[in-house]
Structure formats: C-alpha cells, structure tokens
C-alpha cells in the first residue's frame, strides 16, 4: 500500500503563490505517475498536473498551464505542486494521487489507486 499525505495549503490573496507538498510512504516503487486534482462541492474531482516519476515527462490542465508546476524528488518520495498567479477559481480542496498503472490518462481521476487526505486552497478576491 501507499500513503500520501498533503501538505502546503492555506489561505492567499489573488495573485499569490502556494508550493504544496505530498509526501508518499510505503510501497513507492511502482508509482509510475503521480498527480495533482482538485474539488469542489458538487463538482467532480479534476485532473490538474500529472508527472511520470520515471521519464519526468509532464501534463497539464488548460486551466493551470503556465502557472502551476509540478515535480517530484523521488529520493525523498516527495511530489510538489508549485502554484503561482492563483485565482479565486483555484481555490478548492487539493489531492495528491499516484497509480502503478503503466499507461494511464493522466488527469483523469479513476486511472489513480492512492489518494492523500487532501489540502485546502482558498484564494480571496
């Protein structure tokens, strides 16, 4: 099994930056990709940065290119998600998720098998 637990959330003016952290124990070995999603009350959960922890190779939803990053330090078992220029739309519950499927869609939720608790974002006006 793999644990992940989130870290980093937290309340920001429009316009500030965040850097989340989730930091996975146990069986990491054969998590081919690693990802960051998002919710809303009543709305479905959304796919925003995916990562191959292999190739480094990354994706991105439309809505966060160019000012979210994400990246991992494999040697601490550590993904961050670096992000910058927030909006008031940004603000959501924030999860990070890994699979040890080898081919996936990356920013679609069901292709992930462990899930962290969650960290809060909240980006005000």
């Known amino acids: 099994q793999v644990h992940l637990v989130e870290s980093g959330g937290g309340s920001v003016h429009a316009g500030g930056s965040l850097r989340l952290s989730c930091a996975a124990s146990g069986y990491t070995y054969n998590n081919y990709y690693m990802g960051w999603f998002r919710q809303v009350p009543g709305k479905e959960r959304e796919g925003i940065a995916a990562i191959s922890t292999r190739t480094r190779s990354t994706w991105y939803a439309d809505s966060v290119k160019g000012r979210f990053t994400i990246s991992t330090d494999n040697a601490k078992n550590t993904l961050y998600l670096q992000l910058n220029s927030l909006k008031p739309e940004d603000t959501a519950m924030y999860y990070c998720?890994?699979?040890?499927?080898?081919?996936?869609?990356?920013?679609?939720?069901?292709?992930?098998?462990?899930w962290g608790q969650g960290t809060q974002v909240t980006v005000s006006s």
């Open positions: 998720a890994a699979t040890d499927l080898r081919v996936i869609s990356t920013l679609r939720p069901s292709y992930y098998n462990y």
